[in-house]
């Protein structure tokens, strides 16, 4: 990607936060004031920025992953395979059994097999889908059912970004691999919270996540008003940026039960706007 290309993620660490209505309501802010915008929905397992977006899905494109394939009559039930497997996708009762759900397709066994049993085929595991909304690119990644491994769908995602658009990609919630692989290499993560005792203590996983990595990032507080000021006092003592505080309305939730946008409330687009200005700022300087 060249030096205009920058891709921000937006993460939290526990679902329910409001993480894809800050997504996709910054991606819209952004597209109204000219920016090249395209928004990722990587949150694989469950993605639902195409409900307020409303996309046009143009193209689909199939993801698959390497896993094993034991040919019995050269498996001598040495359990080398199953050692060497991270994951307890193999079991070795008396000839070597793949579980392809649990494969990472990581090549270990292969490698580890003396009597070359096992070689490798393609599992499909999910798609990614490309689109557009109006003036915003659309992406998304869908898990197979069935299937639990979710990074390489979000690699897979990932590798439609486009050279010279702000890339707004959606996360999943958490702090396990899916996110790791969403924010490993991104310029900026917003992190969405809400200011009650949950909402601080999964902040804090959030955040000692992002500085493992060695990510910039702040802080944007949902429903602001419903709990207390813990969240604010955390910000302030560990010198996070506070990019914003979207307050506690229900005219919000009536809206996002409709499936329409967090701007289409009067007040809110113009602090969404602000705080996509200020991770500009803080992604291009």
């Known amino acids: 990607m060249n030096n205009s290309t920058y891709t921000v993620a937006v993460a939290s660490g526990k679902g329910g936060t409001g993480k894809t209505t800050v997504a996709v309501n910054l991606a819209a802010v952004l597209a109204e004031q000219g920016t090249v915008v395209q928004y990722l929905d990587c949150d694989v397992e469950e993605p639902n920025g195409h409900i307020f977006l409303k996309p046009e899905i143009m193209g689909s494109e199939?993801?698959?992953?390497?896993?094993?394939v034991i040919d019995a009559a050269r498996c001598t039930g040495c359990r080398k395979c199953a050692e060497?497997?991270?994951?307890?996708?193999?079991?070795?009762?008396?000839?070597?059994?793949?579980?392809?759900?649990?494969?990472?397709?990581?090549?270990?066994?292969?490698?580890?097999?003396?009597?070359?049993?096992?070689?490798e085929t393609d599992e499909n595991i999910g798609a990614v889908e490309s689109g557009k909304s109006g003036a915003i690119l659309f992406g998304q990644g869908r898990l197979k059912v069935g299937i639990s491994i979710t990074p390489p769908i979000v690699r897979a995602v990932k590798r439609t970004r486009k050279e010279g658009a702000v890339v707004i990609l959606d996360s999943a919630p958490g702090t396990a691999c899916p996110v790791v692989a969403a924010v490993r290499d991104?310029?900026?993560?917003?992190?969405?919270?809400?200011?009650?005792?949950?909402?601080?203590?999964?902040?804090?996983?959030?955040?000692?996540?992002?500085?493992?990595?060695?990510?910039?990032?702040?802080?944007?507080?949902?429903?602001?008003?419903?709990?207390?000021?813990?969240?604010?006092?955390?910000?302030?003592?560990?010198?996070?940026?506070l990019l914003a505080e979207l307050p506690d309305d229900r005219r919000v939730a009536e809206a996002y039960s409709r499936g329409e946008m967090m701007i289409t409330v009067p007040g809110f687009r113009e602090i969404l706007r602000e705080a996509g200005a200020r991770v500009m700022q803080e992604v291009v300087s």
């Open 62 to 68: 199939t993801v698959t992953m390497k896993v094993p």
């Open 84 to 119: 060497a497997c991270q994951f307890n996708a193999i079991a070795v009762p008396k000839k070597a059994m793949v579980f392809t759900e649990l494969c990472h397709g990581c090549g270990a066994c292969t490698l580890a097999c003396p009597e070359d049993a096992i070689t």
């Open 186 to 241: 991104v310029d900026y993560v917003i992190l969405v919270t809400e200011p009650t005792p949950f909402g601080l203590n999964d902040l804090r996983l959030a955040v000692e996540l992002m500085r493992e990595l060695g990510r910039p990032f702040g802080v944007v507080i949902n429903r602001a008003g419903i709990g207390n000021d813990e969240v604010k006092k955390y910000c302030e003592a560990g010198n996070i940026a």
